[in-house]
Every structure is written in C-alpha cells, then in structure tokens.
C-alpha cells in the first residue's frame, strides 16, 4: 500500500526558509517523477515543482530561484528547500506523483509566512 508523508512545515517569517520532506512507502517511489503541490486557503490545490526519476526538475515560475526540489531514492524521500520565503507561500503542502494520483493524497504540511 502506498503511503507519502509530509513533514517540515511550520510558522516562519518573511524571508527566512524551511525545508520539507516527504517520505514514500511501497514501490512508488524510484520509478515514478515526483511533485510538491500547495492549496492556500479557499484555493485549488495546484503544482510548485516537479522532478523526474532521473533528477530533472521543473518549477512554477512563483517558485524559481527560490525552491528546490530534490530526491533522495535511498531514502525513498523528496525534499523541498524553501527559501526567501513570502506570504504568499503560505498553504498547505503535499507531495504526490507526477502527474499526481488522487488516492495517494496525504495530510500535507501547513507552511506559515507570517511576521
């Protein structure tokens, strides 16, 4: 059964970084592209970044510059490095398949940009 686990998140201010994981159980995880996906309050939940099996990265151009995603297949873990941080950024996230699965939705991780 697949199972994927956020983690990381938490109330930071402008500017500053977070970074999080998402640990992947089963055979999900080394063949598969994977995404970090964010929904803010009273929006759709919609793509921040993307990397392939093989280490190819895509990002929404919100995020360029400032995120990074990478995988660990060892540990059967994505990472999202957050930096600069902006209000704006301020949502729920979630890690998935990319394109992403509608059964294997988790419970996220709340990221808070607040001063």
């Known amino acids: 059964q697949v199972q994927l686990v956020e983690s990381g998140g938490g109330l930071v201010q402008p500017g500053k970084s977070l970074r999080l994981s998402c640990a992947a159980s089963g055979s999900l995880f080394t063949k598969n592209a994977m995404g970090w996906y964010r929904q803010a309050p009273g929006k759709q939940r919609d793509f921040v970044a993307g990397?392939?099996?093989?280490?190819?990265?895509n990002y929404v151009d919100s995020v360029k510059g400032r995120f990074t995603i990478s995988r660990d297949n060892a540990k059967n873990t994505v990472y999202l490095q957050m930096n600069s941080l902006k209000p704006e950024d301020t949502a729920v996230y979630y890690c998935?398949?990319?394109?992403?699965?509608?059964?294997?939705w988790g419970q996220g991780t709340q990221v808070t940009v607040s001063s």
């Open positions: 998935n398949k990319l394109p992403p699965f509608g059964a294997y």
């Open positions: 990397i392939s099996s093989t280490g190819i990265t």
